[in-house]
């Protein structure tokens, strides 16, 4: 089948609707008049970059902040005078876990952020059968992807112009883990966090 060559009026037409689309102007407005209008109205309003602003928001809410910092200026306090320390006072970690009521003063080595495993077994010996089973399977699953990630992270060294570049994997002696509780209680974190 031979194309006929398409009329000045059609590539027009197309190009106008196209412009349209483009400017998301619904084509019942634009065809209100003809296609043909001559009508010189401006479709969009020209602006200099001196009359844009910028709308930065900032993403988290300044009470919020201010309060994380606080907190954050209390763990780094030093306990033996009012200077400031990078690392976090154990005293004052236990002193903000207390009053937030993440660690409860009432429950046994409520002086401590260490969970005992004698602890931690007689917490899940307390849970319900489907409670064990639930943490169990989503175990299982976490262990199954964490080792077949493992696998997929290896030692890899590549030469480079000037030199040799590359990453080692190296076991650690220890490691932390956050397990949120208190008001939020979050196991999967808990697991994920841990198993992996």
Same mark, same amino acid.
Do not use: W
């Given at each position: 089948?031979? *194309?006929?060559?398409?009329?000045?009026?059609?590539?027009? /037409?197309?190009? +106008?609707?196209?412009?349209?689309?483009? @400017?998301? !102007?619904?084509?019942?407005?634009?065809?209100?008049?003809?296609?043909?209008?001559?009508?010189?109205?401006?479709?969009?309003?020209?602006?200099?970059?001196?009359?844009?602003?910028?709308? !930065?928001?900032?993403?988290?809410?300044?009470?919020? @902040?201010?309060?994380?910092?606080?907190?954050?200026? =209390?763990?780094?306090?030093?306990? &033996? &005078?009012?200077?400031? &320390?990078?690392?976090?006072? %154990?005293?004052? $970690?236990?002193?903000?876990? *207390?009053? $937030?009521?993440? !660690?409860?003063?009432?429950?046994?080595?409520?002086?401590? +952020?260490?969970?005992?495993?004698?602890?931690?077994? #007689?917490?899940?010996?307390?849970? /319900? =059968?489907?409670?064990?089973?639930?943490?169990?399977? !989503? *175990?299982?699953?976490?262990?199954?992807?964490? =080792?077949?990630?493992?696998?997929?992270?290896?030692?890899? =060294?590549?030469?480079?112009?000037?030199?040799?570049?590359?990453?080692?994997?190296?076991?650690?002696?220890? #490691?932390?883990? +956050?397990? %949120?509780?208190?008001? +939020?209680?979050?196991? &999967?974190?808990?697991?994920?966090?841990?198993?992996?």
């Amino acid at each position: 089948m031979k *194309h006929q060559p398409l009329h000045q009026t059609t590539v027009f /037409t197309v190009a +106008y609707l196209l412009t349209l689309l483009l @400017l998301h !102007i619904p084509t019942s407005t634009a065809f209100s008049a003809s296609v043909t209008n001559t009508n010189t109205d401006t479709m969009l309003t020209r602006r200099t970059p001196d009359e844009v602003q910028l709308e !930065i928001k900032d993403p988290v809410d300044p009470t919020a @902040l201010t309060q994380a910092k606080a907190i954050l200026d =209390e763990l780094r306090a030093t306990d &033996s &005078s009012s200077q400031q &320390s990078s690392s976090c006072s %154990p005293t004052a $970690l236990l002193s903000v876990a *207390h009053r $937030l009521g993440d !660690i409860p003063k009432d429950t046994p080595n409520s002086d401590t +952020y260490i969970v005992t495993p004698d602890r931690c077994k #007689a917490a899940f010996d307390s849970l /319900t =059968e489907e409670e064990r089973t639930s943490l169990l399977n !989503i *175990h299982g699953r976490v262990k199954a992807f964490a =080792e077949a990630q493992r696998k997929s992270v290896v030692d890899v =060294e590549v030469d480079i112009p000037g030199g040799k570049a590359g990453q080692t994997v190296s076991p650690c002696k220890a #490691a932390g883990c +956050y397990a %949120p509780g208190g008001r +939020y209680p979050l196991p &999967s974190s808990v697991i994920m966090t841990a198993v992996t």
